[in-house]
């Protein structure tokens, strides 16, 4: 997905990580190939885009690209509330099973790349699948 504004050129990339509730199993390969589909859907509807995605049973690593129209902490809440929302409503029985009354922790890991390349980090995600 191309992002663009006017006027402007801007290279804004941040790994962010999201752990269940508890750190809990919720995730099966299924499962988080479903959420992570559906948070393709909501990166376009917000404005950013998700490069690159690894969701594991207990948490999930993303390699998201904003621009500066949109914040970092917008985009971090568009996908745990939506995340929330897609589980509950289609796999309300994963909660269940995980013995959690909601999906994520109260809080999440967002970092920018730093001195690490993207093409670095896409790796190292790459090495957990």
Known sequence: MSLSVAHAAFDLNHHLVFATRYRRGVFSSALGKTLGDYWLKVAEKHGFAIDRMTIVPDHAHLLVRIAPK?????????????????????QPQALIEAGVDQLWQAAAYAGTRGDFTTALIKHWLNERE
Do not use: E, H, R
Not at 71 to 89: F, P, R, W
């Open 70 to 90: 949109i914040s970092i902490a917008d985009c971090v809440m568009a996908l745990l509330n939506n995340g929330q929302y897609y589980i509950g409503k289609n």
